[in-house]
């Protein structure tokens, strides 16, 4: 015979698992290109980077993101650009990584 959990105790059982489904999709969402600095997104033009960072969607509910604001900075001896996000829908914020790699001529 199972013995019957408490409401309570059910109810801290599934929020516990929905913080480390958080967890966890935010550690894979640093993983992938654009997650962190040394993983930029590579892009042809400074003027694509707003389009992929719209296009881009929330790791965490498949929102659409916003952006916040968006700066330059120096890494390795490169220009990135760190475009700051926030989900539309839950509101997570997050910051997307871009390089600027102009298509070289043929």
């Known amino acids: 015979m199972t ?10 059982i599934r929020e516990r698992a929905a913080r ?4 966890d999709r ?3 969402a640093a993983l992938s290109p ?13 003027a694509v980077v707003p389009l992929r960072a719209r296009s881009t969607p929330c790791p965490l509910c ?7 604001h968006e700066s330059a900075e120096s890494r390795g001896g490169r220009i990135l650009h ?13 910051v997307l990584w871009f ?4 298509a070289l001529p043929s």
């Open 82 to 94: 760190a475009t700051h996000v926030a989900c539309a829908r839950c509101g997570v914020t997050r």
């Open 34 to 46: 654009g997650g962190a600095p040394d993983r930029p997104i590579e892009v042809p033009s400074a």
């Open 26 to 28: 935010q550690k894979l």
């Open 3 to 12: 013995k019957k959990t408490r409401p309570r105790t059910d109810r801290r």
């Open 20 to 23: 480390e489904l958080v967890r």
């Open 99 to 102: 390089h600027v790699a102009p």
């Open 62 to 68: 498949d929102g659409e993101l916003r952006i916040e």
